[in-house]
C-alpha cells in the first residue's frame, strides 16, 4: 500500500533523507522511530505529497504520488505531528468544512461516521479551542477520516498529550489500523511496541533496522539471557544442569546466593527447545526446587539506543 523507493531529500546543503527504500503491505501497521532530526518527517511528508523528494518515488497504493497527486491523496490520510485546527469552529462544522474541501456526496453520513469513529458524538457543538488536547487530537484525526482513506500516515500522534489522552489515542489508533493501512513515526518506544507489527529504524537519513522488535533483537544480540535461582543445588549440580541445557544454551555463569544458586544461560531466541522447562524438569528429577526464573531479552529501547548510537551514518 505504501512503497517508498530510494528517496532522497535535501533542505539546502543539509541531507536529510539518504537513498531511503521500504514497503508497508496492506493491513499492517508499520512504525517510523528515530531521534529527532532522523529523518522520519521528512520520508512522510513525501509520502503524504506535501513536498517532492528530490530523488526517488512515491507509490500509494500503486500511484505515484509526484505523477497523480490528487490520485495518491484520495486515498491517503495524512495527520502532521502538529495537526491545524482553528479555535473557533466546533468539531462539526470543521468536519463539514473538510468534507466539502474534499468533495464528498453524502457529507453529514461521512460526519457521523468518523464522529462514532473517534469517539466525538457528544462533543461535536463545543468549540474546538474548548476541548481538552485529547479531544482535538481526536478531531484532527477524524478529519483525516472524514474521505474514508485506505491509508493513514501519522506523524506523532500523541505528542504532547499526557498518559491516559495517548493511551486512548493509541487504542483508537490500533481499532483504526483492522481496517486500513497505517505508517505512524514515533520517538515513544512503548507506543511502538503496543501498536505496531512491523518497525523501521531511522538514523542520520537512513534505515539502519527494519522488523518486529524480536527480530531486529536477534540480528543485533543474538541471544537473549535466562536466569535460574536454584535452591539446595551444589556445584556438582550446577554442573549437571549446565550439562543438560549445553548442546543448545551456554552457561555464563553461577553465583552462589543465600536461597541458593543463581545460574545465567545465554538462551537462543530462534524457537527450539524451552530451556526454562528442561530446567524444570531437571530440578524435579534431582529432588531440587527452582524458587526464580527470569527470561531477559533486549528491549526495543536497548535496540534503539544501540542502532541510532552505533549505526547512525552522519
Not at 60 to 67: H, L, P, Q, T
Not at 104 to 114: D, F, Y
Not at 182 to 209: F, K, P, Q, W, Y
Amino acid at each position: 500500500m505504501i512503497e517508498v523507493l530510494g528517496v532522497s531529500k535535501r533542505y539546502g546543503g543539509f541531507e536529510a533523507v539518504k537513498d531511503v527504500s521500504f514497503v508497508v503491505e496492506p493491513g499492517q501497521i508499520s512504525g517510523l522511530l528515530g531521534p529527532n532530526g532522523a529523518g522520519k518527517t521528512s520520508v512522510m511528508r513525501a509520502i503524504a505529497g506535501y513536498h517532492e523528494p528530490d530523488a526517488g518515488r512515491v507509490l500509494v497504493s500503486g500511484i505515484e504520488v509526484a505523477g497523480n497527486p490528487r490520485g495518491a491523496k484520495a486515498l491517503l490520510g495524512y495527520l502532521p505531528e502538529s495537526a491545524p485546527l482553528w479555535p473557533d469552529p466546533t468539531p462539526e462544522e470543521y468536519l463539514r468544512f473538510v468534507a466539502e474541501a474534499r468533495g464528498l456526496g453524502k457529507r453529514r453520513e461521512a460526519i457521523a461516521r468518523v464522529a462514532a469513529d473517534c469517539g466525538l458524538e457528544g462533543v461535536l457543538r463545543v468549540p474546538i479551542g474548548k476541548l481538552s488536547k485529547g479531544f482535538r487530537q481526536r478531531v484532527a484525526l477524524a478529519g483525516v477520516l472524514v474521505h474514508d482513506p485506505e491509508v493513514l500516515v501519522l506523524d506523532e500522534p500523541t505528542s504532547g498529550l499526557d498518559p491516559n489522552q495517548a493511551l486512548e489515542i493509541r487504542a483508537l489508533i490500533a481499532s483504526l489500523g483492522r481496517s486500513r493501512t497505517v505508517l505512524l513515526s514515533t520517538h515513544i518506544l512503548n507506543e511502538a511496541e503496543a501498536l505496531c507489527s512491523d518497525v523501521l529504524i531511522m538514523a542520520g537519513g537512513r534505515i539502519v533496522a527494519r522488523g518486529g522488535a524480536d527480530e531486529i533483537a536477534r540480528d543485533l544480540r543474538g541471544d537473549e539471557r535466562l536466569e535460574i535461582l536454584v535452591k539446595g543445588a551444589d556445584p556438582d549440580g550446577v554442573r549437571s544442569l549446565a550439562a543438560l541445557l549445553a548442546p543448545r544454551f551456554s552457561c555464563l555463569g553461577a553465583v552462589g546466593r543465600a536461597e541458593g544458586v543463581n545460574v545465567t544461560f545465554s538462551v537462543a531466541i530462534d524457537g527450539g527447545p524451552d530451556a526454562s522447562e528442561l530446567a524444570f524438569d531437571w530440578a524435579l528429577a534431582n529432588g531440587l526446587k527452582i524458587l526464580g526464573l527470569r527470561r531477559e531479552r533486549p528491549s526495543l529501547e536497548e535496540i534503539f539506543v544501540s542502532l541510532t548510537r552505533e549505526r547512525a551514518v552522519p
